[in-house]
């Protein structure tokens, strides 16, 4: 059963920096897709940054140069590194997996198949 535990959420000021954690388990991360989405209150669910199993990483237009999506295939670690946060980043964040490529699905107009429980950050001014 896959299995995906962020961490790494919390406070912080506006200019801050995050870095988020995902282990993945019950399967093998490479021969996965895995990205980061969040959810800001009263909004939906958007992907900001993803990895396909090629290693091809995309970024929502809006976050380039703010955020770095990594993974670390021997630890199953999939990290979101977050600098000069802004309080329109407040978001809960998802990690997600799928063994589908993210443009395909995208495409399809779905959602990933596989979410973690998500972890909190708070960006305040």
């Known amino acids: 059963q896959v299995q995906l535990v962020e961490s790494g959420g919390g406070s912080v000021h506006a200019g801050g920096s995050l870095r988020l954690s995902c282990v993945a388990s019950?399967?093998?991360?490479?021969?996965?897709?895995m990205g980061w989405f969040r959810q800001a209150p009263g909004k939906e669910r958007e992907g900001i940054a993803v990895i396909e199993n090629d290693g091809r990483i995309s970024y929502a237009d809006s976050l380039k140069g703010r955020f770095t999506i990594s993974r670390d295939n021997a630890k199953n670690t999939l990290y979101l590194q977050m600098n000069s946060l802004k309080p329109e980043d407040t978001a809960m964040y998802y990690c997600?997996?799928?063994?589908?490529?993210?443009?395909?699905?995208?495409?399809?107009?779905?959602?990933?198949?596989?979410w973690g429980q998500g972890t909190q950050v708070t960006v305040s001014s």
């Open positions: 997600v997996a799928d063994f589908r490529r993210f443009s395909f699905i995208q495409a399809l107009g779905v959602m990933p198949s596989y």
């Open positions: 019950g399967y093998t991360s490479h021969t996965y897709c």
